[in-house]
Nanobody
């Protein structure tokens, strides 16, 4: 099993920055892809950014050029640097992990709230 713990959320003004962290423990050898998802009130959860163990990344169009996902394999931690934040980025952000050979995110963190004020 994989355990994921997020940190770094909070309240920030529009145009500001935050960095989220996700620490993984447990069966970390089984993890290939790690991703950040978010869910705003009344909306479906969406994938924001993902990174494979080899460093390949992909981003939602809405965050390209503003958010950067990175991964420290030695520390078993994935980060999401969020710059130029907008009120529409307000959501609960979740870290998730997908195992080798799977496209399904089977392990999830508890989520961290990000609120961007206008």
């Amino acid at each position: 099993q994989v355990r994921l713990v997020e940190s770094g959320g909070g309240l920030v003004q529009a145009g500001g920055s935050l960095r989220l962290s996700c620490a993984a423990s447990g069966s970390i050898f089984s993890i290939n892809t790690m991703g950040w998802h978010r869910q705003a009130p009344g909306k479906q959860r969406e994938l924001v950014a993902a990174i494979t163990s080899r460093g390949t990344t992909n981003y939602a169009d809405s965050v390209k050029g503003r958010f950067t996902i990175s991964r420290d394999n030695a520390m078993n931690t994935v980060y999401l640097q969020m710059n130029s934040l907008k009120p529409e980025d307000t959501a609960v952000y979740y870290c998730a992990a997908a195992q080798w050979g799977s496209n399904i995110y089977g392990s999830w963190g508890q989520g961290t709230q990000v609120t961007v004020s206008s």
